[in-house]
Structures are given as structure tokens and as C-alpha cells.
């Protein structure tokens, strides 16, 4: 499933039965957000990766922004243990609702 959001990057998702990831190419360079599954209602995102040359271009910023509306979007919950997702979401109060309570 690959989608053009407002960042202007296309931002394409895999999704097995207990892990998934997010990821941009461009330019030649592959950035990503993974994540685990835990049931049908809760993911976890354990790690984003945005190489150097993609740095300082909201390219880490809109793969968290995508899993936020993914999730919202299907009813699950997020546990972010990256910590730039975590922080990502604490800087945004907009997408919390997503949020594991």
C-alpha cells in the first residue's frame, strides 16, 4: 500500500501478521518506521531510521505521521518505544489519541 501524503513523499507500508514498516525511497535512500503487532488493536514502534543524506527533510516526521492516521484510521492503539516516535507524538497533542493507556 503506497500513499502521497501532504509531506510530499510516498510513503509505502508492509504489513505481515506481527511486524510492519513504513518507508520512503528517495533520491536513492530508503527511510523507515517499523513496527510490531501485538493482536489486532495495538502496534508498537520500535525503531525509525532516516539515513543522512534524507536528514532535516520531514521524512521521519511524516513516517510517524503516517502510522498515527494508519492507526487512528483502523482503530488500533500505539505504544512508541523509539524514541523519536515518542517524542514526535509529545510534540504533536493532536495525534495522543492514539496513544496506549
Known amino acids: ?3 502521497m501524503p501532504k509531506d510530499g513523499f510516498e510513503i509505502a507500508r508492509e504489513e505481515g501478521l506481527s511486524k510492519g ?12 518506521m517499523t513496527y510490531s503487532r501485538t493482536g489486532e488493536r495495538m502496534i508498537i514502534i520500535d525503531h ?36 523519536f516516535a ?3 507524538i509529545a510534540r ?5 489519541d492514539v496513544l496506549k493507556r
Open 21 to 32: 514498516r513504513y518507508l520512503v525511497r528517495l533520491d536513492g535512500h530508503e527511510a523507515e
Open 1 to 3: 500500500m503506497t500513499d
Open 86 to 88: 515518542k517524542a514526535q
Open 92 to 96: 504533536h497533542p493532536e495525534w495522543r
Open 48 to 83: 525509525t531510521d532516516v539515513p543522512d543524506a534524507l536528514r532535516g527533510r520531514g521524512v521521519g516526521l511524516a513516517l510517524v505521521r503516517r502510522g498515527v492516521e494508519d492507526a487512528r484510521a483502523q482503530g488500533r492503539v500505539v505504544i512508541p518505544l523509539c524514541p
